[in-house]
T-cell receptor, first 107, second 114 residues
């Protein structure tokens, strides 16, 4: 089957850097996406890695290594508003989401 | 431009009742998806429609049916609701199947089955 595993929770302080990992057990994914979801809200798209390596979008960066079946989302200069759940997703003609990581940012 | 809209926002059903969740998008997207999210859990794909006229099962299709009414609308039907179907249901769309990695989500329908 297809599965993507993430740590359940990560905590950090404002201004810090945090990395959220995603490991997957499948073949056939075209790439890895990342989504953010605030409590009570809908998921919103953050980034996508179609190729191995690092993609940077402002304070957020995402990394993929296909040979290691591994990716991560890196959040820099953390702000309180970054407190949310983050999901990785592997895509074909659909998206299979990971288990999700709840990030808590403290002042 | 409303994006993806879902109705209703909240619903309470009794076991055995049926209902249809409605979803519409105004972005001229080809692909649409239905997910459920249980408390503290990830999103699980129920059904999807890669293009108008096609539907396919996702990870958890049992107990649900879908209809891709036209390019804009994709509905999800619970024929005989069960307490295990208590969840938040999200509809999403993407420009086409090759861009399934970038989906736009509706606000969700919070369903309780008693």
């Amino acid at each position: 089957g297809q599965s993507l595993e993430q740590p359940s929770e990560v905590t950090a302080v404002e201004g810090a850097i945090v990395q959220i990992n995603c490991t997957y057990q499948t073949s056939g994914f075209y790439g890895l996406s990342w989504y953010q979801q605030h409590d009570g809200g809908a998921p919103t798209f953050l980034s996508y890695n179609a190729l191995d390596g690092l993609e940077e979008t402002g304070r957020f960066s995402s990394f993929l290594s296909r040979s290691d079946s591994y990716g991560y989302l890196l959040l820099q200069e953390l702000q309180m508003k970054d407190s949310a759940s983050y999901f990785c997703g592997g895509n074909t003609d659909k998206l299979i989401f990971g288990t999700g990581t709840r990030l808590q940012v403290f002042p | 431009n409303a994006g993806v809209t879902q109705t209703p926002k909240f619903q309470v059903l009794k076991t055995g009742q049926s209902m249809t969740l409605q979803c519409a998008q105004d972005m001229n997207h080809n692909s649409m998806y239905w997910y459920r999210q249980d408390p503290g859990m990830g999103l699980r794909l129920i059904y999807y429609s890669a293009s108008e006229g096609t539907t396919d099962k996702g990870e958890v299709p049992n107990g649900y049916n879908v209809s891709r009414l036209n390019k804009r609308e994709f509905s999800l039907r619970l024929e005989s609701a069960a307490p295990s179907q208590t969840s938040v249901y999200f509809c999403a769309s993407s420009a086409h199947r090759d861009r399934a990695y970038e989906q736009y989500f509706g606000p969700g329908t919070r369903l309780t089955v008693t």
